[in-house]
Nanobody, 124 residues
């Protein structure tokens, strides 16, 4: 069983920055594809960013390209999401997800495990 625990969310003014962390259990973490998704109240869950098992490849939603950076430290079993130039539309619960098959898809359905989420609120 893989357990994921997000942290780092909070309240930030527009234009500010936050860094989210996702700590993962699992002895084979270095083989997992990892991703961040977010969900605002009344809206569908949407893809934010994903990273390959080695960290050599990343993909981003158009809405965050150039502002957010996903990274991972396999030694620490942790994935990060650095969020810069925050806007009110970034307000959502952010979820970390893992694919034990090693893919890093935009599709939520391919991920096997999910964290409980961390709230990010951006004031305008």
């Amino acid at each position: 069983q893989v357990q994921l625990a997000e942290s780092g969310g909070g309240l930030m003014q527009a234009g500010g920055s936050l860094r989210l962390s996702c700590a993962a259990s699992g002895r084979t973490f270095s083989t997992y594809g990892m991703a961040w998704f977010r969900q605002a109240p009344g809206k569908e869950r949407e893809f934010v960013a994903a990273i390959s098992w080695s960290g050599s490849s990343t993909v981003y939603a158009d809405s965050v390209e150039g502002r957010f950076t996903i990274s991972r430290d396999n030694y620490k079993n942790t994935v990060y999401l650095q969020m810069n130039s925050l806007v009110s539309e970034d307000t959502a619960v952010y979820y970390c997800a893992a694919d034990t098959g090693g893919s890093y898809s935009r599709r939520a359905g391919v991920y096997d495990y999910w964290g409980q989420g961390t709230q990010v609120t951006v004031s305008s």
